[in-house]
T-cell receptor
Framework: AQKVTQAQTEISVVEKEDVTLDCVYE???????LFWYKQPPSGELVFLIR??????QNEISGRYSWNFQKSTSSFNFTITASQVVDSAVYFC??????????FGKGTLLTVNP | DAMVIQNPRYQVTQFGKPVTLSCSQT?????MYWYQQKSSQAPKLLFH???????NEADTPDNFQSRRPNTSFCFLDIRSPGLGDAAMYLC??????????????FGPGTRLTVL
């Protein structure tokens, strides 16, 4: 069985602070894919990143960075210099050998001006 | 821009009155998915089409049906909506050629209210 745990239900920061969203996963598959999605108040899930299990390189995209560590089964997401527009629910998700995307429960990030 | 479109964005129906939600895509993706998302919860997969092949999740109620008349369109039919079916319904697509499935692109969702 696959499982994704996002222990942080809600996080509140002040604009320009850095914030890290945690994601821990469980799977028995040796090949799997990890994803992060952003869901702003409008409701649409926006794809942010995909990593496969064989690629542990960290990735940076502008103010966003991701830290994938197989040893701890974690795929954490950091936003540097947060902005009000970053306020949203962020979902971490896992897909193993089958088609099904297993989502975490999401972390509500509020960035205050 | 290529995208996933859902209509309507908001739908109000009465208890027991059939309702159809629609999804279209200009991405030419071969896989289409329907998710149900209730307040403060993660999306829950109802079913998906891989090309023309329909794949139902084991715990999806019979009250939910789907149709995919062509590559671009997919419909979600709720035959007799109950109060518990009030939720956001998300359509998603992906391009896949066997395993593994690639990232899914989501539409803006239809928020269903059942009175």
């Amino acid at each position: 069985a696959q499982k994704v745990t996002q222990a942080q239900t809600e996080i509140s920061v002040v604009e320009k602070e850095d914030v890290t969203l945690d994601c821990v996963y469980e799977t028995r598959d040796t090949t799997y894919y990890l994803f992060w999605y952003k869901q702003p108040p409008s409701g649409e899930l926006v794809f942010l990143i995909r990593r496969n299990s064989f690629d542990e390189q960290n990735e940076i995209s502008g103010r966003y960075s991701w830290n994938f560590q197989k040893s701890t089964s974690s795929f954490n997401f950091t936003i540097t210099a947060s902005q009000v527009v970053d306020s949203a629910v962020y979902f971490c998700a896992l897909r193993g050998s089958n088609y099904k995307l297993t989502f975490g429960k999401g972390t509500l990030l509020t960035v205050n001006p | 821009d290529a995208m996933v479109i859902q209509n309507p964005r908001y739908q109000v129906t009465q208890f027991g009155k059939p309702v159809t939600l629609s999804c279209s895509q200009t991405l030419n993706h071969n896989v289409m998915y329907w998710y149900q998302q209730k307040s403060s919860q993660a999306p829950k997969l109802l079913f998906h089409y891989y090309d023309k092949d329909f794949n139902n999740e084991a715990d999806t109620p019979d009250n939910f049906q789907s149709r995919r008349p062509n590559t671009s369109f997919c419909f979600l039919d709720i035959r007799s909506p109950g109060l518990g079916d009030a939720a956001m319904y998300l359509c998603a697509t992906s391009r896949d050629g066997g395993t593994p499935y690639n990232e899914q692109f989501f539409g803006p969702g239809t928020r269903l209210t059942v009175l």
